[in-house]
């Protein structure tokens, strides 16, 4: 059964830190891109970090870049958003997204909600 589950969320304030975690299981973990996208209310969903299967190589939402990193530890099948300086704008259910192409399997997780506020 594929698992992808979300944690670290929660409420911070403006210029705070947090960092999520996605725990992969039932799938080949290593052997996929991993991103993670958010949500805000009334909003699209929009890419917010990925890292690749093979080299590990990254890319980020301009909105994010020099505040996140995204990072995985295969041993652990676990990818990391670690969110420095959030903003207000930052707010949203974060999702945790593992994708292998060449297969066309696509998986996702429930969420987990991030609130920057004062």
């Known amino acids: 059964q594929v698992q992808l589950v979300e944690s670290g969320g929660g409420l911070v304030q403006p210029g705070g830190s947090l960092r999520l975690s996605c725990a992969a299981s039932?799938?080949?973990?290593?052997?996929?891109?991993m991103k993670w996208y958010r949500q805000a209310p009334g909003k699209e969903r929009e890419l917010v970090a990925a890292?690749?299967?093979?080299?590990?190589?990254?890319n980020y939402a301009d909105s994010v870049k020099g505040r996140f990193t995204i990072s995985r530890d295969n041993a652990k099948n676990t990818v990391y958003l670690e969110m420095n300086s959030l903003k207000p704008e930052d707010s949203a259910v974060y999702y945790c997204?593992?994708?292998?192409?060449?297969?066309?399997?696509?998986?996702w997780g429930k969420g987990t909600l991030v609130t920057v506020s004062s």
């Open positions: 039932g799938f080949t973990f290593s052997r996929y891109a």
């Open positions: 890292i690749t299967s093979v080299d590990e190589s990254t």
């Open positions: 997204n593992a994708v292998w192409r060449l297969v066309g399997m696509d998986y």
